[in-house]
């Protein structure tokens, strides 16, 4: 005779509610991800998207604000709702702030760019194209010339930094790489203006595209590691000093 599974009140739970913007999102989500709904597309008009999803106005609404805060659609007054161009730079851009909350997100952050551009910098190293090593000299060479303009270096370095991730060859490590590069960025605009660390910085690309040329993964990936410990401790020893 089979005995039935006693059950405790405590391991009881309630089932969950999913609201119904919510629902609306991931539904919308989802359009996005199969491609029916693509960059630049702008979506029906509210009402017909209401009648059409089987929801309320209101909850609509709700939802287009969820997916406009996180970056995915943008809200045009009297013009409509379009997706965003769903690049890294601006699905990325709200979660700028929710670092900027607390030291340990940057931590956090420092230490994920650490590891993963390490392992990507090695994989990169026997990989690299001929045109892209020289493409690596050409941003070191820039950035030799742009010590005295801190806004035109970052963004050699962030070609620098670019085109080690192509060289990788591997879509998923690039997405996660240029992914954690882009919320890196707001503390790259203050550390490029700490005197001394643009001159830091060239002499540690100059070191990673030594051991590019050399095709060494191994003095690579603890080149690019170096690299990235020390721009964590110059942002760390400016914001104790500010």
């Known amino acids: 005779m089979n005995k039935k599974a006693a059950l405790t009140i405590d391991e ?10 919510e629902q609306v999102a991931q539904q919308l ?29 209101p909850s609509l609404r709700e939802a287009l604000r969820a997916l406009s ?4 659609v943008k809200i045009r007054q009297g013009g409509g709702v379009f997706v ?7 699905l990325l851009g709200p979660l700028h702030f929710f670092i900027s909350l607390d030291d340990s997100n940057l931590d956090d952050l420092f230490e994920a760019r650490i590891v993963v551009e390490g392992a990507i910098t090695k994989l990169a190293t026997p990989r690299i194209s001929d045109e892209q090593l020289a493409l690596l000299e050409h941003s070191v060479a820039n950035e030799d010339e ?10 050699a370095d962030i ?19 240029t992914s954690l590069h882009v919320l890196g960025r707001a503390s790259r605009e203050i550390t490029g203006h700490i005197p001394g660390v ?13 051991a590019f040329k050399a095709r060494d993964e191994n003095a690579a990936a603890a080149a690019m590691e170096s ?3 020390n721009v964590r401790d110059a942002y760390y020893k400016n914001k104790k000093t500010s």
């Not at 805060?69 to 995915?72: E, R």
């Not at 965003?84 to 601006?90: G, H």
């Open 12 to 21: 009881v739970k309630p089932i969950a509610r999913v609201p119904v913007a």
């Open 29 to 57: 989500l989802g359009l996005i991800q199969a491609g029916n709904l693509k960059a630049g597309q702008q979506l029906p008009p509210e009402r017909e998207l209401a009648v059409t999803l089987d929801v309320s106005r």
């Open 69 to 72: 805060l996180l970056g995915v």
């Open 84 to 90: 965003s161009a769903l690049d890294p730079e601006s």
């Open 146 to 155: 742009l010590l005295n303009d801190p806004q035109k270096f970052i963004d």
């Open 159 to 177: 070609l620098f930094h670019k085109t080690i991730f192509s060289a990788a060859d591997n879509s998923f490590l690039v997405r996660i790489a």
């Open 198 to 210: 643009l001159e830091k910085s060239l002499k540690d690309h100059k070191k990673i595209l030594k």
């Open 227 to 229: 690299h990235l410990r």
